[in-house]
């Protein structure tokens, strides 16, 4: 399942940078994580009617191969729906007529001994620097989402369905802030939403180990906190990938896009296992300041990142007379 996964993640993502001009990728990667967070929604809800307590009470074995088979017929109209309506070498025509007209957003050159196109050394130091920057919010975050429940029952004596509750008041914060800071982005550049971003997700870390060393418990206050993770982590995680695809021309898309995988992945395959370590060994109250510690890292390394930013879109209608 992991390999199939695999085979298609990857790809799928890269086709909107593949189909979208750079000054609108961060706008498209917000609708996407938006269409992500709504296809999680539609999968609870499935998962909600088909096994609610009254239909698996008693039962000695519960049966997920209706689950399994809607999921996959879901997953099959929606690759026809992608086959049908997506063109994907008429828009892969357009971007590259775009990217002809303006010739300074190409970050690559090339190499005069070999005539090949690279990225320049600043480029290459840039994409490094925003590499280590997502395995480094990626360990702090998914510390947090992999081990909250325990936490919040063993730090803040709260039962399994309130830190649940707070973990899902987290997501709706991130979706309802998708679009916005796509937004955002397009005026302000990603760097410095996705520098927002880690102020508020490390700031709500930090007010989490601080309550726990205050000795305070749950308390609706929480849920404030969580829906600041979710707008932080919506801030980081709608900017981060186009910045990376921002560095590389066209056909490389694909390839970036891995790399971007590949070093989140990689973070969310180690920190459960490091914080999880430290909860059992050192302490339960290591998580936030654990998951603290290396999302602020990722804002002294994104202070090294000069590349990858959005160019502002040329003002339409009214607002090219800068009226508001």
């Not at 005069?112 to 994409?127: I, M």
Request: net charge neutral; charged share 15%.
């Amino acid at each position: 399942m992991p390999f199939a996964m695999g085979t298609y993640r990857s790809p799928a993502v890269a086709l909107m940078p593949d189909c979208t001009p750079k000054p609108l990728r961060s706008p498209a990667n917000a609708i996407i994580n938006l269409m992500g967070a709504v296809g999680g929604i539609i999968y609870l809800g499935i998962a909600s009617v088909l096994y609610n307590k009254g239909r698996i009470a008693g039962l000695d074995h519960v049966d997920y191969l209706p689950l399994f088979v809607i999921v996959a017929a879901i997953m099959v109209v929606s690759v026809a729906i992608v086959f049908l309506t997506v063109k994907e070498p008429k828009l892969e025509a357009e971007v590259a007529a775009y990217e002809a007209k303006h010739p300074e957003e190409n970050l690559v050159e090339k190499d005069a001994a070999t005539g090949k196109e690279v990225l320049p050394a600043p480029v290459r130091r840039s994409l490094g620097f925003l590499l280590a920057s997502i395995a480094l919010w990626f360990i702090g975050y998914n510390a947090m989402e992999t081990w909250f429940t325990t936490y919040a029952q063993a730090e803040w004596g709260m039962a399994l369905g309130e830190a649940s509750r707070c973990l899902i008041v987290a997501n709706v914060g991130a979706i309802v802030s998708y679009i916005p800071v796509g937004a955002i982005a397009s005026r302000v550049g990603r760097k410095r939403t996705i520098q927002g971003g880690i102020v508020l997700l490390g700031g709500g870390f930090a007010f989490c180990a601080a309550w726990t060393f205050a000795g305070m418990g749950f308390s609706p206050a929480l849920y404030v906190v969580m829906i600041v993770l979710g707008m932080g982590w919506a801030g980081i995680n709608v900017n981060s990938l186009p910045m990376v695809v921002e560095m590389c021309k066209g056909s490389d898309t694909g390839k970036f896009t891995g790399l971007y995988y590949t070093f989140s992945m990689a973070a969310q395959t180690v920190t459960p296992i490091a914080a999880g370590w430290l909860m059992h060994n050192v302490s339960y109250r290591s998580l936030f300041i654990y998951a603290t510690v290396f999302v602020a890292a990722s804002f002294v390394t994104m202070l090294f990142v000069h590349h990858g930013d959005s160019k502002s879109v040329e003002k339409r209608g009214l607002e090219a007379f800068d009226t508001d």
